[in-house]
């Protein structure tokens, strides 16, 4: 019997230690940022996009409307579900963004800077309906009237 517990001991031992060199060796115990934060990269990004679009600065434009993708992605992965929420957290971006990235996608593409403005505004709305169904309805989104990246040109050389 005493031999029994001590096995018991030296197995329940050996697989905190192997789970804990498991995580790691995989990295699960790295820093994930929050959805919040994400978020404010979005958010950035967001901004970013209306300023390269409002100069016409297709490449730009393309470039930042990848990332805003990207962090969607992003969100996604690292947080698929929301305490309060019923749905998956991809299904709410992929049902949101979707349609909205794709229009803007497109008229980045065909470099049409009315189409480009008002999916825009589309996108936008999709940003708050999602909020509202999130309960996060306070967490409101416009077009941004001043540009705060004083650091990086906007406008294309010619
Ligand atoms: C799932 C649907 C969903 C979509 C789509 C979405 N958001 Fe959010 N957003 C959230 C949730 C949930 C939070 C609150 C996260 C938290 O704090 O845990 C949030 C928070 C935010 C915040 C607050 C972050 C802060 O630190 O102040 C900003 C800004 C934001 N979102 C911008 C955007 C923008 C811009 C878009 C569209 C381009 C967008 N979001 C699209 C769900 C969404």
Redo the contacts with the bound molecule.
Sequence with gaps: MKMLYVRIVQITACSILLSACVCQSTGLNKYVP???????Q??M??TKLWYAGAAQNWELAAYELKE?EE??ED?GKF?PT?KH?AQW?PV??A???QKPLAHLEQAVKERNLAQFTQNYDA??K??????R????GF?K?KRPNFNPYSNQVFETEN
């Design positions: 929050g959805l919040g934060e994400i978020m404010g979005i958010a990004r967001h805003l962090g969607f969100a947080h929301l929420v957290l709410l971006f049902g949101n963004m996108l936008t999709a940003c708050n309906t999602c909020h169904s999130t309960r996060f967490n989104i």
